[in-house]
């Protein structure tokens, strides 16, 4: 069964950096995007962007600009999610989800999503 | 970019009541690419609706979409206790922009 399993919980000071990644299972890593979305407490979901496991093309939304790297390891079938800079409205919980696949359409939704890892930015 | 607003913020039913929760566009959604997630406390979200009206696997057709262009409506004919949840529309392009949610609280 398809599964993406993320990193544990982070607590960061304000101006560091946090990496969190997501393995994926039960298919072929590379046949699929993954995207990023985060939650702050409370709140709504927002999403971050989106990489191509199987040739490291990303995208990710304005906001983030500059701030997110997005990157993957095909050999372990994981993904990364950097996030610098870090702020104390950075404090949120950090959603890997399964895309579209590679060669099909792009336009498709999130089917599978990770567990979320909780980042804590604090002083 | 495309911004969504769902309506009302908080609806406030009984089980067995319909639901009907909406989503509005800033600008038309291409392809009617446009899909609703449920969201319940401490979980991830779960795709209910795709392409505004095709449910997804597994989900009970008591669930509904419809719409197009900037207009979308998500239906639940009779709230079942396990319906009471967070539900977020997003419309899935090269961007992703989610809806700011609507939760549907036991009254």
């Known amino acids: 069964q398809v599964q993406l399993v993320q990193s544990g919980a982070e607590v960061k000071k304000p101006g560091a950096s946090v990496k969190v990644s997501c393995q994926a299972s039960?298919?072929?890593?590379?046949?699929?995007?993954v995207h990023w979305v985060r939650q702050a407490p409370g709140q709504g979901l927002e999403w971050m962007g989106w990489?191509?496991?199987?040739?490291?093309?990303?995208k990710n939304a304005q906001k983030f600009q500059g701030r997110v790297t997005l990157t993957r390891d095909t050999s372990i079938s994981t993904a990364y999610m950097e996030l610098s800079m870090l702020k104390s409205d950075d404090t949120a919980v950090y959603f890997c989800?399964?895309?579209?696949?590679?060669?099909?359409?792009?336009?498709?939704?999130?089917?599978?999503w990770g567990q979320g890892t909780l980042v804590t930015v604090s002083s | 970019e495309i911004v969504l607003t769902q309506s009302p913020g908080t609806l406030s039913l009984s089980p067995g009541e319909g639901a009907t929760l909406s989503c509005r566009a800033s600008?038309?959604?291409?392809?009617?690419?446009l899909a609703w997630y449920q969201q319940k406390p401490g979980q991830a979200p779960r795709l209910l609706i795709y392409?505004?009206?095709n449910r997804a696997t597994g989900i009970p057709d008591r669930f509904s979409g419809s719409g197009s262009g900037t207009d979308f409506t998500l239906t639940i004919s009779r709230l079942e206790p396990e319906d009471f949840a967070v539900y977020y529309c997003?419309?899935?392009?090269?961007?992703?922009?989610f809806g700011q949610g609507t939760k549907v609280e036991i009254k």
């Open positions: 039960g298919y072929t890593f590379t046949d699929y995007y």
């Open positions: 989800a399964r895309g579209s696949g590679t060669s099909a359409s792009f336009n498709r939704p999130h089917d599978y």
């Open positions: 600008q038309s959604v291409s392809g009617n690419y």
């Open positions: 392409g505004a009206s």
């Open positions: 997003q419309h899935y392009d090269t961007t992703r922009p």
């Open positions: 990489l191509n496991p199987n040739n490291g093309d990303r």
